[in-house]
């Protein structure tokens, strides 16, 4: 348990020590949400701004821990539309962007 304490506050960057269990799931699955959030605007962002994509995404719907579609059926199909427009362009070879 108190290393489990430690990995979540690790994820969250603080001290663990006058914090519960609780307490640091909640700031971990928080911090999931923001950091899915970022890459969600920056993936938006960039597929954007591509030429001749005519693709507009909506962050919402392709964040997988936000309280859109994301987490839904859906919202996986979005990605995996994404992953595979990005593949299959090549781009993944220059970002690091993977079809994990």
């Given at each position: 348990?108190?290393?489990v304490c430690y990995e979540l506050a690790g994820i969250v960057g603080v001290d663990p020590a006058r914090l519960t269990l609780r307490k640091l799931a909640w700031m971990?699955?928080?911090r999931k949400r923001v950091d899915g959030q970022l890459f969600?605007?920056?993936?938006?962002?960039v597929?954007?701004?591509?030429?001749?994509?005519g693709k507009v995404l909506d962050?919402?719907?392709?964040?997988?821990?936000g309280t859109g579609a994301g987490g839904t059926a859906e919202g996986r199909r979005e990605i995996d539309r994404v992953r595979d427009f990005i593949s299959a362009r090549g781009i993944a070879?220059?970002?690091?962007i993977g079809g994990n």
């Open positions: 348990m108190l290393r971990a699955a928080g969600a605007w920056h993936l938006a962002g597929v954007g701004f591509m030429p001749l994509t962050p919402e719907r392709i964040n997988p821990f070879a220059l970002g690091g």
